[in-house]
């Protein structure tokens, strides 16, 4: 993508690149930023729906503007230091939570080629950051100074540590079949119609990994970090303001980087489910299986009730694991036995 | 003039490490430590990628900044420690410190010198990344480990296992008396065996039955 945009631009000069590099960045990041906050909306509105509310619907049509109304006000609100809380990491907390929701986008392709950074470990990549969103809400649980902030942060952590080692399982499983960690190389292997896509033929650790995407990204029902019933808000109840919002666009952004792992890895990316359909572009496709990946987050979020903690983490060590960890053996001999493994380069 | 970005960088992720080593043993606070650890061995990972070991860089984010420093961070955070009490011995342990530093500094030079590559290493050594261009250093890594090295590998995996199957039974106590919930058995649970339906007259009372289970 970045190269695309320099030899669009002339193709001259160190100064061009980073020029090309930075509208690649804006031409990523801009989208993510604004369809973080219509996907705040979305989630909202699927929530009052299924329990027959009517939701945000006064601020613009439907009440589409609710979202940067909430922005502008949180923007406008005092930033609240906590005296006993350590401020520089208090403030760096948010931050690294923020950017790491981020800098994840760099890989991902939105269609054949165009990603900001095509990494041959692009999937290695996406695990590596996911690894260090944790440090956001431990240093913002431990800076706070509180018991509720603590206790949130120490669970929040233990949950996406565990939960972890079932998605790196179930991303071997993937993997076995495409024979590289490239994420375009990982589309591309589920080249054509519906049926080639991957959750047909992977379908039960597609739905592990649903699962512990949800884990992952502290959604319901494993949201115990901020159980308001117990914890308040967990990790994030001393912030305010534009620190607290920094916290809610990132766990937003984290949860499309989810939905888009999950089109990438399963739902054939950018290819059209039918031949017929393919005179639509392809990032067309991706966006609809991200809001796919995303109205399933949504529509959990409101018919399933909390765990409870020490069910949480069985259902991770106990369940998860070893089923995952059967997977990948099953798929293997299959892949190995079988003489199906793809051979590369 | 067009600057050399690469050297740059490179100087750039070298400082920074050597910088937040040596704050991970200045920092007043253990906490403070730990961060900045953190972030030596994130620059680490970012020298890796300059030298084109990105499967490396990648693994040494997900391991140790992943995994085992948020266990680090864990135990610091979790501890009560009395900052104070801990800095005033440190001047009386600091000849015994540094003679343990120069002696491992010593053996690593002495190893350095003294390192025998095998014939086909020697071939690959030469650059951090494979000669072919065709092979990323994912498979070039795997080829190696998983045919030449395949039982260093596995014993290396065996005694990884060993650890942690060691750790697990020096933390298991069996404590008796504790309730256990065993979520089976409470989905097999039928109504009949769980609840009693029971008439009871006005004025007379009942006496329940005692269940089981």
Not at chain 1, 190 to 214: C, D, E, H, K, R
Request: hydrophobic share 60%; proline share 4%; with cysteine.
């Amino acid at each position: 993508m970045v190269d695309a945009l320099y030899t669009l631009f002339g193709g001259e000069g160190q100064l061009l690149y980073v020029v090309a590099v930075v509208t690649a960045i804006l031409a990523i990041m801009v989208p993510v930023m604004i369809s973080v906050a219509l996907v705040v909306y979305f989630d909202r509105k699927i929530w009052a729906a299924v329990q027959m509310r009517r939701g945000p619907n006064v601020v613009g049509p439907f009440g589409i503007l609710q979202s940067f109304a909430d922005a502008l006000k949180l923007f406008l609100k005092e930033t609240i230091i906590p005296t006993g809380a350590n401020k520089f990491i208090f403030l760096m907390a948010p931050m690294i939570t923020f950017t790491l929701a981020m800098i994840s986008w760099a890989v991902i392709p939105v269609d054949a080629g165009m990603a900001i950074a095509d990494l041959n470990v692009g999937i290695l990549y996406i695990l590596a950051i996911s690894s260090l969103g944790v440090y956001g809400i431990i240093m913002s649980g431990w800076a706070s100074n509180s018991r509720y902030a603590f206790l949130g942060a120490l669970r929040s952590a233990a949950q996406m540590v565990s939960y972890e080692v079932s998605i790196g399982f179930v991303l071997v499983c993937v993997l076995i079949s495409v024979g590289s960690l490239n994420l375009g190389d990982i589309v591309e292997s589920q080249q054509g119609t519906i049926f080639n896509w991957n959750f047909i033929w992977f379908f039960p650790i597609y739905v592990i990994f649903f699962i512990s995407a949800l884990a992952e990204t502290n959604r319901p029902p494993f949201d115990l970090p901020e159980a308001e019933a117990e914890l308040v808000a967990g990790y994030q109840v001393e912030y305010s303001s534009m620190a607290f919002a920094l916290f809610f666009l990132g766990e937003y952004a984290n949860i499309l980087l989810m939905s888009a792992i999950m089109a990438i890895l399963f739902l054939g990316g950018w290819y059209a489910p039918f031949p017929f359909l393919e005179f639509i572009p392809g990032f067309i496709w991706m966006l609809i299986k991200i809001g796919i990946g995303f109205f399933m987050f949504a529509i959990v979020k409101a018919f399933v009730p909390r765990y409870r903690y020490d069910q949480l983490m069985r259902l991770g060590w106990k369940v998860f694991l070893p089923l995952s960890l059967f997977f990948v053996i099953f798929y293997a001999a299959i892949y190995v036995y079988g003489g199906l493994l793809p051979v590369r380069g | 003039m067009e600057i050399a970005l690469p050297d740059m960088v490179f100087y750039l992720f070298a400082s920074v490490t050597v910088a937040s080593g040596v704050l991970v043993i200045s920092a007043r606070n253990p906490v403070h430590s730990v961060l900045w650890l953190i972030l030596a061995f994130f620059s680490a990972a970012g020298l890796f990628v300059l030298m084109g070991a990105e499967f490396l860089a990648m693994l040494l984010v997900v391991v140790y900044v992943g995994a085992v420093a948020v266990l680090f961070l864990f135990v610091v955070m979790m501890l009560d420690i009395n900052f104070t009490e801990l800095r005033q011995g440190m001047l009386q342990h600091l000849p015994l410190g540094g003679l343990v530093g120069f002696i491992l500094l010593g053996e690593l030079v002495a190893l350095t010198l003294a390192w025998n590559f095998g014939e086909d290493v020697a071939k690959n050594a030469a650059s951090p990344t494979p000669t072919d261009a065709g092979i990323t250093n994912t498979e070039a890594l795997g080829q190696l480990l998983y045919t030449d090295y395949i039982f260093i590998f596995q014993t290396a995996g065996l005694i990884l296992l060993v650890a942690m199957i060691g750790a697990i039974v020096l933390t298991l106590r069996d404590r008796p008396g504790v309730r256990r919930q065993n979520i089976g058995q409470q989905v097999n649970r039928k109504p009949q065996e769980a609840f009693d339906l029971v008439d009871v007259e006005t004025g007379k009372g009942v006496s329940l039955p005692t269940k089981k289970g």
